[in-house]
């Protein structure tokens, strides 16, 4: 997926992560799903297309100490290390295109808000799939967040697969059993409104 590389290095090498669609100052939905599915600072988490969201300052803050942050852009990670200072030392941080990624260990939360609706060719979120069921724990808690049906078709020059609960849910089936959905609307930072699809699942297999 080097296309997909070059695609979202540019994009972080040309415009700061406060001015692109999917910042929030607080990440108070991911923040409110963590919490109301039971996930705490005991547990260890995956941040899938973290970037340079604050997420992960939020959880620094919270006390989390078990903390990874993949993302397939370079730029986005130094960016929030960057902002972080010394604190990015108490988290791993890992430059890795998802649909190529081969954990080495599991987590007990996996976390994706807005990457895995990128993947718009059925191999990818096959490739998806695998990594997931390699990385989670049995039990663990994923939580997903793709656009909602009516939700942008496009977001940063690339195609997006918009979805409900009932297809995320028929995606993930193999390996996930949903718990619960949700939706919640995003402003941009220009004010444009994004519609959201959040979804909760539990490893089953």
């Not at 540019?10 to 001015?19: E, F, R």
């Not at 996930?39 to 959880?59: R, T, Y």
């Not at 929030?80 to 791993?92: F, S, Y």
């Not at 895995?116 to 724990?137: C, D, K």
Request: proline share 5%; hydrophobic share 40%.
């Amino acid at each position: 997926m080097q296309s997909d590389e070059r695609h979202w290095t540019q994009v972080y090498k040309h415009k700061a992560h406060t001015a692109l669609s999917w910042y929030q100052d607080v990440p108070e939905p991911s923040l409110r799903a963590l919490s109301r599915f039971g996930a705490s600072p005991s547990c260890s988490l995956i941040d899938v297309g973290g970037g340079a969201s604050n997420l992960v300052d939020a959880l620094l803050e919270q006390e989390w100490e078990d903390i990874t942050v993949l993302d397939i852009a370079a730029p986005a990670l130094q960016a929030a290390k960057a902002r972080l200072g010394p604190l990015a030392d108490k988290v791993r941080w890992e430059v890795a295109d998802i649909t190529d990624w081969h954990p080495s260990r599991t987590f007990d939360v996996w976390h994706d808000r807005a990457a895995f609706h990128f993947l718009t060719v059925p191999e990818q979120r096959e490739a998806y799939r695998l990594a997931l069921s390699h990385g989670v724990a049995e039990g663990g808690l994923v939580i997903i967040s793709t656009f909602a049906l009516d939700g942008p078709e496009m977001c940063s020059g690339l195609p997006a697969q918009r979805y409900d609960a009932a297809r995320l849910a028929v995606e993930m089936s193999d390996t996930l059993g949903l718990i619960e959905s949700w939706r919640n609307d995003h402003i941009t930072p220009w004010g444009a409104n994004q519609s959201f699809n959040w979804c909760a699942f539990h490893r089953i297999a």
